[in-house]
């Protein structure tokens, strides 16, 4: 059994953009177990944009994460060694094991601990498309946008896990689906690896009138339904080129993460083009998670459902692997292998 | 029988405020009816802000007003001469009769001419609380805020009569009900007359962190439901100080008429808090017309439902009379008497 467990503790929260000076690696002792608490060495760890929020202090729908503590985040691997009776050594397992090697869970806490099926699907997809990005991209699409075959949907952050996951299901809706996404490479591999119509590269695009040209070429009968991963000016340009009652999920909204307002101008078309829109928050769900993991699960086994994941190895790499996620310089999902 | 008609036409469209010289009176003769024409003696025009909406090129959910023509508005009247079998002389009607002091209607088009009962109801209350206006703020509260008794909800423009009308649906609901308006003498009329718990004069707070904490310590426990129809800081102000899981109907968004951008910087919290924001157009909801006359006839009749009205004598003033609505220079219901 092992006795030292390196973890990743958040030391100071940012101030406009983070660094890897919030963050420390320290090296702690494995205690031993207590009752109704199962080991578990986690073998990926799942980086997500809302690790960003939660580095702040400021009031969101999650508590911010503690200062001096080891950074929250989600899990998968294999049990050691269990003193809890649903869970046995070999067991692999998926929870919210954090940034660290090791992670002793009490396995009674509602929701800490689930085992994964390694057999039918590979245990990385649990951090994605059949986890909680996908079940995202599923509810927003499937309950928010609710698009009709022949309607177009856009997805912003397009070539995310999450986008990724979007246009895939719209697609297999029948719809007409259009990436945005920053860079020719990111772009291409959503159309050509992903089959999605097309995809904006908003990085040609620096201004709202330009960028919202280039969004109604691509979306010649306008749009019907948008995921937002992005904010800004992206939502802007898409509120100009909306179709009268498009609905809009808003799933993230990362323009505003480092606290700089990312202010929206076209508002009112919201009201003359009687449109919706709608934030949520997964997590909170819980009804879909069964329906719509059938779904992805059955897909991704069935090769259906494409995604690219970036793979970054040792723990000691996570804080900059984090910050690389957020600056859009990898695509897909990100992932960390201990 | 007239022969000579006074009209008030649009003759050029506002670059930035509107001014009077965009519109121009005119005389002009009455002709003969034509077979299925109704001519009606206009009493009452409406003046309502999605005229100045129309004054301009921009694409909107209805057509620019054409330049040269009789400005298009909601009028309530009297039936002078008809050669329709539906209608006689003396018949009281409310339709589409434009800024002018007789229409000759061709009553077979759907919805151009209804006959109003004027022994339940002021003629005038056809245009306002028992009108599409009453109808707007039904809608919007009932239907897309949807109260529950406790619950705080927010309506700007308070004073204005879409406003007056939802603050005393909400309040007849069992919510506690905040207002904004602009000046002292609106926000007493707001509370001491019409029944709001408290009202914030948004002219005392020109920034929005001052807006914002006069409107938290306005809504104690916060706002689930907001009814807007100005926009802009506003609409941050009430992003600030909503709960989780509000909603907001988007009625109207006169900061940004005038051409300039009324930008919005916290939208990111409609992701964090779960909200939902919906834009509607009264005249599309045909469905839920007859059950919201019916609660507004019945609370009109009743004297249940209190407003105000601002009347200005003469066709001649209409345009400056319109110019002040806009201006927020009187409050309730702003008619033209002819």
């Known amino acids: 059994m092992p006795t030292v467990n390196r973890q990743i503790l958040l030391v100071s929260r940012p101030t406009g953009e983070p660094g890897v000076d919030n963050f420390r690696l320290v090296e702690a002792p494995l205690g031993t177990l207590k009752d109704r608490e199962v080991l578990v060495r986690n073998h990926f760890l799942s980086l997500d944009p809302y690790m960003r929020g939660r580095m702040s202090e400021a009031r969101s729908y999650a508590e911010p994460q503690p200062l001096g503590q080891v950074m929250l985040g989600a899990t998968v691997g294999e049990v050691l060694e269990s003193r809890h009776p649903f869970f046995r050594p070999g067991d692999k397992v998926m929870g919210m094991g954090g940034w660290q090697e090791y992670s002793a869970i009490n396995a009674d806490q509602r929701g800490a601990l689930q085992k994964a099926d390694a057999t039918r699907l590979p245990l990385s997809a649990y951090l994605g498309a059949v986890g909680m990005p996908g079940v995202a991209a599923w509810y927003g699409l499937v309950r928010i946008i609710a698009p009709k075959a022949g309607e177009t949907v856009v997805v912003s952050s397009a070539a995310g896990l999450v986008g990724t996951v979007v246009g895939q299901l719209a697609k297999a809706r029948g719809c007409r689906v259009v990436g945005i996404a920053g860079g020719p490479e990111k772009c291409r591999a959503v159309v050509e690896e992903l089959g999605f119509d097309a995809c904006v590269d908003y990085r040609r695009y620096p201004d709202l009138a330009s960028m919202s040209r280039a969004l109604e070429a691509a979306c010649p009968t ?28 808003l ?6 993460y480092n606290g700089e307002p990312a202010p929206v101008t076209q508002l009112q078309l919201m009201l003359t083009k009687r449109m919706k829109a709608e934030g949520f928050i997964v997590i909170e769900q819980v009804q879909v998670w069964p329906e719509a993991l059938q779904e992805l699960g059955a897909m991704v086994a069935a090769g259906k459902l494409k995604y690219h994941e970036t793979i970054t190895q040792g723990i000691a790499n996570a804080p900059r692997a984090f910050l690389d996620m957020l600056q859009g310089r990898r695509h897909g999902k990100h992932l960390v292998k201990f």
Request: some cysteine.
């Open 222 to 249: 306008g749009i019907d339904g948008y995921f937002e991963n992005v904010g800004g000016m992206l939502l802007d340009a898409v509120l100009l080129c909306a179709n009268n009652f498009a609905r809009i999920a």
């Open 251 to 256: 799933c993230g909204m990362i323009a505003g």
